[in-house]
Nanobody, 119 residues
Framework: VQLQASGGGLVQAGGSLRLPCAASASAFSIYNMGWYRQAPGKQRELVATISSAGSTNYADSVKGRFAISRDNARSRVYLQMSSLKPEDTGVYYC??????????????WGQGTQVTVSS
């Protein structure tokens, strides 16, 4: 599976951005998808996930401001970010994962897209 994240850029605090991630997976719908971010000098952290069934989960720091969604027909996952804060700055990564019938965990990451929020 190859993942291509895009849509990053420089935005002022309070602004919005939409990050799409395109997947090459032939069976995209069976993958759980997620967005993670890494700020300079910090560890990568979970931002939001959406399961193959459509259940969503968010980091407390982005609840009410970010929304994750998926389009299985186009093999894409999106992260809509609103009311952006300078602390949202970082490289945003797209992830796909699933567990096979044999119990093997498959895990794929995209290359990341930079989001910079100015104060």
């Amino acid at each position: 599976v190859q993942l291509q994240a895009s849509g990053g850029g420089l935005v002022q605090a309070g602004g919005s951005l939409r990050l799409p991630c395109a997947a090459s997976a032939s069976a995209f719908s069976i993958y759980n998808m997620g967005w993670y971010r890494q700020a300079p000098g910090k560890q990568r952290e979970l931002v939001a996930t959406i399961s193959s069934a459509g259940s969503t989960n968010y980091a407390d720091s982005v609840k009410g401001r970010f929304a994750i969604s998926r389009d299985n027909a186009r093999s894409r996952v999106y992260l809509q970010m609103s009311s952006l804060k300078p602390e949202d700055t970082g490289v945003y990564y797209c992830r796909a994962d699933r567990t096979t019938r044999l119990g093997i965990q498959l895990d794929y990451w995209g290359q990341g897209t930079q989001v910079t929020v100015s104060s």
